[in-house]
């Protein structure tokens, strides 16, 4: 039986269909799935058990003792037992997800190969797969493979058809110096004062992940003010950096300990203020707004004649929101390459309007409408 544990004041807010959002539901993660509606998050981060398959204890060279993964949740009797897992909460996890989110999944070579077989074969639709790269990662103690210097995670859409999905394309280019985002990324393991530890020294949660990990999924595929689900909660990292960027989290965790670790940190989290958190956007990311709009605003009106900058070419507007000149009509972008003989015309900038006396391009009456949308206006 999963239970919703609250965390005090700091979660008060939450009410109606969002009576479960900034909380952690104690129990295990495909039962206490059932406690959300469906369709009702943003995104999904999850970190399930790797299935690690470790055969006994881990030595160093000098036969000192490595805190390797061994508890009992990353214990399956059988890769099919393991598929069996991956299946069901994959199912229960796109259940909760609206039709235009995504869901990130990280893994290591142990399974995210699995994993990700799964999430073809439930129809979701693969986006990217995303390498990150550690920067002081574990060494081999054995010598006998490759060092095992990352993890992989999968960012996929709910379906093949999800066209609307939150990727903050020109704020991810921003910030690598308006340069693309690529798809291998590097972090350092989660260490030093982020390291969760409890009164003896001792690591709080085996797997804690970086929160410039986080920080960095939750910034480039939500929007100020979603939900971020995470069905293996562990110490909390996703609900810390989702409250740090004023995003609303669900998590899902079945280990007391983990609880009051993550409890404790998420409730020392300082939001980050309004203008911290706006997102950079270009023109993709922007409303659409056809012409015959700024006709029906009345902010342009049938008859009145638009030029351009420099008032070589004129057209009048008719009621249908396109323009004629000469004997031609047409939409604003084809007629104004026809009356300057190209084959292409971008009319928001070409075609102008005349306001006080002087000239704006119609561009900015599109602005306009985009700030009334927004509520900006």
């Avoid at 609250?6 to 807010?13: C, S």
């Avoid at 970190?47 to 508890?71: E, H, I």
């Avoid at 790269?133 to 054995?142: A, G, L, Q, V």
């Amino acid at each position: 039986m999963a239970s919703v544990l609250r965390l005090g004041e700091l979660y008060q807010q939450s009410a109606g269909p969002r009576s479960l959002v900034d909380t952690i539901i104690k129990g295990d993660c495909v039962a206490a799935l059932e406690a959300l509606p469906d369709q009702s998050v943003d995104a999904i981060f999850a970190d399930p058990p790797y299935n690690l398959q470790l055969g006994g204890a881990l030595t160093r060279p000098d036969q000192s003792l490595v805190d390797a993964v061994d508890d009992e949740w990353d214990q399956f009797a059988s890769f099919e037992a393991y598929d069996a897992f991956t299946r069901a909460w994959l199912l229960a996890c796109r259940r909760v997800l609206k039709p235009n989110g995504t869901i990130w999944v990280i893994g290591s070579y142990h399974n995210i190969f699995r994993v990700g077989a799964t999430l073809q074969n439930l129809n979701f639709w693969i986006l990217n797969d995303v390498i990150w790269r550690k920067t002081n990662p574990m060494p081999n103690f054995k010598g006998r493979r490759f060092q095992n210097a990352h993890e992989t995670l999968i960012w996929a859409s709910r379906d093949p058809k999800a066209k609307s999905y939150t990727f903050n394309y020109d704020a991810m280019k921003a910030s690598n110096d308006d340069v693309q985002m690529r798809s291998d990324w590097l972090f350092p393991i989660c260490n030093g004062g982020e390291r969760l530890k409890d009164a003896d020294g001792r690591k709080v949660h085996p797997t804690q992940k970086p929160e410039a990990l986080l920080a960095r999924i939750i910034m480039a595929s939500t929007k100020p003010g979603d939900v971020v689900l995470d069905p293996f909660f562990g110490s909390g990292t996703t609900g810390a950096v989702a409250r740090r960027l004023g995003r609303h989290f669900v998590g899902i965790e079945r280990e007391d300990s983990y609880i009051a670790a993550a409890a404790a940190r998420i409730a020392a989290v300082e939001p980050l203020g309004k203008a911290e958190l706006t997102v950079m956007t270009g023109k993709k990311a922007e409303p659409r707004v056809a012409f015959n709009v700024l006709v029906e605003s009345g902010l342009v009106r049938p008859g009145q004649v638009l030029t351009d900058a420099k008032r070589r070419w004129s057209a009048i507007v008719r009621a249908d929101g396109t323009l004629a000149a000469g004997g031609e009509a047409g939409s604003i972008h084809r007629l104004g390459a026809r009356v300057q003989g190209l084959d292409a015309c971008n009319g928001w900038t070409f075609w102008h309007v005349e306001e006080q006396g002087s000239l704006r391009p119609i561009d900015d009456l599109r602005a306009r409408i985009r700030k009334e949308m927004a509520g900006l206006e």
